[in-house]
């Protein structure tokens, strides 16, 4: 039988497809809670949130406040990394009732005898928790409810907001009823707001011809830490397979000296918790973490769970790869394209419970043995979600800071499961957004539905396996434009380098978002000292970012009108609004653009609004609703904060 309760507690948000999966912040992070709650008949309700971190042992709670139409809030902050649960308790609160009550009488002119007597039993029955000088205030009620000599005073105390906030304070929660319990993921800071910098370790050599090495790539590292960036990603590190190796473009048969693709990994030199050795030994790449570190940048491995055709696995546990009639094994394919250097893993193997383990073996041993804390995931998509789900969970539980990039450029059902799955980023659609409507409607989206409560993006202009048909022309102001709108839309951006501030741009073919001469197939000699404009901009952008608390957020977000289709305007604002900024960019790459701006009415504060551009330095102030903005090509945005 149902336990007997009057109160009804529904549409509880944040939670996500009713509680399944968990929500996520970062440490010190508020949580507002909302709820509908009530009951039958005219009785005065009252509920609450109650919260609790997974390794503390109270629930702390937090009163909730009426909204309009039964809808109830309430806020709690997450100060601690690791799972909190929280939950909404409601109950009918017969003494604040009883108060409401009694004050309507005694406004309609009724005597209050009976009623005082009555009082008097609920003050009695919150003597027990009061403080002493809260005692002493009741027991002096209690004696004006029971005397009829003192009336007078009892009305006066019967309606006090003194009395009132005692029962508000110590309820009695009789007939309580609570919701289902929901839970929160809360991370470090890092989840939200990160700057990524991602190129080959082999293409650090500063002499031609010659494969790069992990010591070359710690000459790099100021160079990565005085653009701003400060998670540095780098394709697979490890051994990479002669068998049915990748040339260049992608070439079925390699040729001799084809250094062959990262991604097809494993050889008779070793396997996943092995590194390359051209590159390096592990204490070599260790040497590489621990200085990238001492300059503020966290190194990001490629977590790719495939194996080249001669990688030990296959030797050693030929189970857990799908064998065909013939003897072969399916190589991996994504129809047209063909990876013959790559074996995907079989993960309904019957052998399913090794593989697992063996696989977060491979995940805990770079975090063990390498400090890494960082890992960008190549595919999860193709892997399933709840193994997924196991892995990282796993992990967590024993390193709380590893934080998980997922590259799933897919259908976006997919892409929000491994989110919900536990990722803690995810890469996304800003690559093929390029108009003003396409890039409000995907922020929007990302922004202000469900999404906002488990999908942390993260924007990518380019990566090696795309290279956008907008960067293809080679235009600065294309690059500039797209670098400015991921990093000040999004709190997470990465770029593929120095390809793209070096503007490389040829496809291989017309109608193909792939790069010519793909440096996944072959070394680069890259001038490492080369400046330019892009790559003094983004060092610009990146230093504002970590400036404006406002742009290490993504979710407050509010987009301005503008009376022009190619001038996109919006407003950033931190959680406490100390912290204010407006971005207004062209999105016309060849031609000058003018246009009025609205300001949001969370700006328009109907005085004078001072602002300066953190680019160019300059100060304005703007006294209108509608301001007037123009915007060259050669430098297509602002970036204002708000004085």
Not at 13 to 19: E, R, S, T, W, Y
Not at 221 to 250: C, Q, W
Not at 509 to 527: I, M, Q, T, V
Request: proline content about 5%; some cysteine.
């Amino acid at each position: 039988m149902q336990n007997q309760t009057r109160i009804v507690i529904k549409n509880i948000l944040p939670q996500i497809d009713c509680g399944a999966y968990f929500i996520k912040r970062i440490v010190g992070q508020a949580i507002t809670v909302t709820a509908d709650v009530f009951s039958d008949g005219h009785d005065v309700v009252e509920c609450c949130v109650k919260f609790k971190h997974e390794s503390d042992k109270e629930w702390q709670e937090v009163r909730m406040i009426p909204k309009e139409n039964d809808e109830w809030f309430a806020d709690f902050k997450v100060e601690k990394q690791g799972f909190y649960t929280y939950f909404v308790e409601g109950w009918v609160d017969y003494a604040l009732n009883w108060q409401h009550g009694t004050e309507r009488k005694i406004q309609d002119n009724q005597h209050v005898n009976s009623e005082l007597l009555e009082g008097a039993e609920y003050v009695k029955s919150v003597l027990k928790f009061a403080d002493a000088s809260e005692k002493e205030y009741l027991e002096k009620v209690a004696a004006y409810f029971t005397n009829e000599s003192d009336y007078d005073k009892a009305i006066q105390e019967a309606t006090s907001s003194e009395l009132h906030q005692i029962f508000k304070k110590y309820p009695i929660r009789f007939l309580e009823n609570k919701s289902l319990e929901l839970k929160v993921y809360v991370d470090r800071k890092k989840a939200l707001f990160s700057t990524w910098y991602e190129f080959f370790p082999r293409s650090a050599s500063a002499e031609e011809g010659k494969h790069g090495t992990f010591k070359d790539c710690e000459r790099l590292l100021p160079r990565v830490a005085s653009m701003g960036f400060d998670t540095l990603y780098f394709p697979p590190i490890h051994p990479i397979g002669e068998v049915n190796r990748k040339g260049k473009n992608n070439a079925t048969n390699a040729q001799p000296g084809d250094v062959g693709s990262p991604w097809g990994i494993g050889s008779q030199y070793g396997g996943h918790k092995s590194t390359h050795l051209e590159l390096g030994s592990i204490d070599d790449f260790k040497s590489l973490v621990k200085k990238a570190k001492d300059l503020g940048i966290e190194v990001a491995m490629d977590y790719a769970l495939q194996a080249a055709p001669d990688h030990p696995y296959v030797k050693d546990f030929p189970q857990w790869f799908k064998w065909r009639p013939d003897g072969t094994v399916q190589y991996a394919e994504n129809p047209p394209k063909k990876y013959q250097d790559i074996l995907p893993i079989y993960f309904e193997s019957g052998d399913w419970k090794n593989l697992w383990k063996e696989l977060l073996d491979v995940a805990l041993f770079w975090i063990e043995e390498c400090d890494i804390k960082i890992y960008r995931v190549d595919n999860p998509h193709t892997k399933p979600f709840f193994f997924w789900g196991w892995l990282i969970a796993e992990i967590k539980k024993k390193h709380p800071d590893v934080l998980f990039l997922a590259e799933a450029f897919t259908r976006p059902k997919i892409m929000n499961e491994l989110a919900k799955q536990g990722f803690t980023q995810s890469y996304t659609y800003f690559t093929w957004r390029n108009s003003k409507k396409e890039l409000t409607e995907y922020v929007e989206e990302l922004t202000q539905t469900e999404q906002k409560e488990f999908y942390r993006p993260n924007f990518w202009p380019n990566t090696p396996d795309i290279n956008p048909f907008a960067l293809q022309s080679g235009n600065e102001s294309i690059h500039l434009q797209k670098y400015f709108l991921a990093a000040t839309l999004s709190s997470s951006v990465g770029i593929y380098g120095p390809v793209f501030e070096y503007r490389i741009c040829a496809p291989m073919a017309p109608g193909k978002e792939e790069y010519l001469d793909s440096e996944k197939y072959e070394c680069y000699k890259w001038d490492w000292d080369k400046q330019n404009k892009i790559t003094t901009l983004i060092t610009r952008i990146n230093t504002i970012r970590k400036e404006q608390i406002s742009l290490q957020q993504t979710n407050n977000i509010v987009f301005c009108d503008t009376n022009n289709d190619q001038v996109l305007a919006y407003y950033k604002f931190d959680d406490d609004k100390q912290n204010e900024t407006l971005m207004i960019v062209n999105l016309d790459a060849f031609n000058k653009s003018q246009a009025m701006v609205k300001l949001p009415k969370e700006l328009w504060r109907g005085i004078p609004i001072e602002i300066t551009d953190l680019i160019t330095g300059n100060t304005y102030v703007w006294n209108k609703e509608w301001n007037f903005v123009e915007l060259s090509s050669e430098l297509p945005f602002h970036l204002f904060k708000i004085n």
